[in-house]
């Protein structure tokens, strides 16, 4: 049973490692792919042909997605993405429930559509994660200023975004430091409004 209530208003770390721990995403497409589920899935709006989104993503560093669109996910959205970073292995994501049982509707999205995605590309069957997924209350400022640097620095495990994680591709660090890729489909402000400026949250 979990033993974390969600409650809509309150914010939460969540996270989740593949089965075995291997490696689950293997390509730019698989790392593209994941990143649009966690930032187009927070409401109900459908997608299809994620393919093409993907491509052009690769291609321009953006997804096509139009402003009608973006509008209605906004309106509609059942959590609010803060903060995220996604791993080989794993994945990190901070953010708010909006709405009732938002969260576990949010994960349920992301990890079934990207495990039916994975299974069905590479010939696999079986679990892809460890269980559904972990998450945790954030509580306090501290905790809050935390997790953030927490998630961001993840890319520091790897030897070649050593010192370099601020422009790490699959995280919202850059996000956070620089121009929001996003736009309001990423709200960072619970923690960058407790600094002056991008570049003392940097320093942090």
Known sequence: MRKTQFFPGSYYHICNRSNDE?????????????????????????????????????????????????????????????A???????????????????VSWYLQRIQDGYAKYFNAKYKKRGH????????????????????????????RELKEWRNREYKYPWSSYQDCTGKNRW????VSDIFLNQFSSKTSYRDF
């Open 22 to 82: 291997r490696s689950i995403f293997l390509d730019q497409k698989d790392y593209a792919r994941f990143l649009f589920y966690i930032l187009f899935f927070q409401s109900p709006v459908p997608f299809f042909h994620l393919g093409r989104q993907i491509s052009h993503f690769l291609r321009h560093s953006k997804f096509n997605v139009s402003q009608d669109t973006l509008d209605q996910i906004i309106a509609t959205r059942r959590v609010e993405l803060n």
């Open 84 to 102: 995220f970073a996604i791993m080989s292995n794993h994945f990190h994501i901070f953010v708010q429930e909006k709405k009732e049982k938002g």
């Open 128 to 155: 892809l994660f460890q269980g559904s997924f972990r998450a945790v209350l954030v509580e306090t400022d501290e905790q809050l200023l935390y997790l953030s640097a927490y998630i961001h620095r993840n890319p």
């Open 183 to 186: 736009g309001k489909l990423l």
